[in-house]
């Protein structure tokens, strides 16, 4: 009962932290609305509100960050997916083992004497 009251008061503060950082970062979006020049390579000049740029770089760096991890993410599943084959030839051979080695009787033993 208590963790269901502890997990309901988490959920409320995080969405209390949520929407007071969305709150910050929308009154930043309104204060720098003014254009900007971005100077880049050959001359090439852009201007567009900060806010703006602010974004596309931001945006620019999570899919970069994403394109980076998807290498090694493909590689630990391709060496998890071996190692889960692995653990099922394992098993597999393990039970042939014990019931190779181990034969039951066709008849109780106490029937015999």
């Known amino acids: 009962m208590a963790a269901l009251f502890w997990e309901a008061r988490m959920?409320?503060?995080a969405w209390f932290v949520r929407i007071v950082l969305f709150l910050l970062l929308f009154a930043?979006?309104?204060?720098?609305?003014?254009?900007?020049?971005?100077?880049g390579l050959l001359d090439l000049t852009w201007q567009a509100p900060l806010v703006v740029i602010l974004l596309v770089f931001f945006m620019a760096g999570t899919v970069a960050g994403?394109?980076?991890?998807?290498?090694p993410?493909?590689?630990?599943?391709?060496?998890?997916?071996?190692?889960?084959?692995?653990?099922?030839?394992y098993e597999i051979q393990t039970a042939a083992r014990h019931t190779?080695?181990?034969?039951?009787?066709s008849e109780p033993l106490d029937a015999v004497v």
């Open 11 to 13: 959920r409320y503060l």
């Open 28 to 39: 930043f979006a309104i204060k720098n609305t003014h254009a900007v020049n971005l100077h």
């Open 66 to 71: 994403v394109l980076a991890m998807l290498l």
């Open 73 to 89: 993410l493909k590689r630990l599943g391709r060496e998890l997916h071996q190692s889960r084959a692995q653990v099922r030839r």
């Open 100 to 105: 190779a080695s181990h034969i039951e009787p």
